[in-house]
């Protein structure tokens, strides 16, 4: 049986080490992790699109995106031929967006967030995690977040904040947690939902992916 081929897109400056713990079965399926790269100067995220999907080796593969890989992985599905996208963690449109986002678009704060703490992990953490959260997540930003150069996270967060896609593509699959809080599920249409799952739940809701992945996979 020829195997399925799979190429998976981190969330917004991380690292492909995010799917350590995936794993689909190797007789049916050939896992293809990728990673992002610093953007050119004034790149659009569609031209950016093009240039990752340059990595896409194979025909009708599968491409899933957790976050802002999600979105990623949507703009090169007009590229590719896939044969399937689905987004984990994401969102399908920009009507999606939780309300601070849509405001920090009206406001232009993409533009004054302060994107150079990446150098300093556990000043990040703190600024955009915040609250209690902060001590047990910045082991996870320690080990996961790859992509701390200012040009791309500036780029990253316009290019998330001015995402122009309004209506949705139905063919999307969506793999969402109902404890999501960068992406809160009140916002969120036509998904398959995970009981507990946060939005880092490719980490920590590996079981459920690894045991339900392959079906949604292959399933028409």
Do not use: C
């Not at 195997?3 to 799917?19: E, L, Q, R, T």
């Not at 979105?71 to 007009?78: A, N, P, S, T, W």
Request: hydrophobic share 45%; net charge positive.
């Amino acid at each position: 049986m020829e195997k399925v081929h799979v190429y998976f897109m981190p969330g917004m400056a991380a690292s492909s080490a995010i799917f350590e713990r995936i794993l689909l079965p190797e007789e049916q399926f050939e896992m293809h992790l990728l990673e992002w790269v610093l953007p050119l100067d004034n790149e659009t995220l569609q031209e950016y699109a093009q240039r990752i999907a340059l990595n896409i080796k194979h025909e009708d593969a599968v491409l899933i995106g957790v976050s802002f890989g999600g979105v990623l992985v949507q703009e090169m599905g007009r590229i590719v031929n896939a044969k399937k996208v689905i987004i984990i963690s994401s969102v399908k449109s920009n009507a999606e967006f939780p309300r601070r986002m849509k405001f920090a678009k009206t406001i232009k704060a993409y533009k004054v967030f302060p994107t150079g703490l990446a150098k300093n992990v556990a000043l990040f953490a703190k600024f955009s995690m915040g609250g209690n959260k902060m001590n047990q997540r910045l082991k996870l930003y320690e080990k996961f977040l790859s992509m701390r150069d200012k040009k791309y996270l500036d780029w990253a967060l316009e290019k998330i904040i001015l995402w122009d896609r309004a209506e949705p593509d139905e063919n999307v699959i969506h793999i969402h947690g109902d404890a999501d809080e960068v992406f809160p599920p009140k916002y969120i249409k036509n998904y398959i939902p995970i009981k507990g799952g946060t939005h880092i739940m490719i980490i920590n809701k590996f079981k459920w992916l690894n045991e339900n992945l392959p079906r949604i996979i292959l399933e028409n």
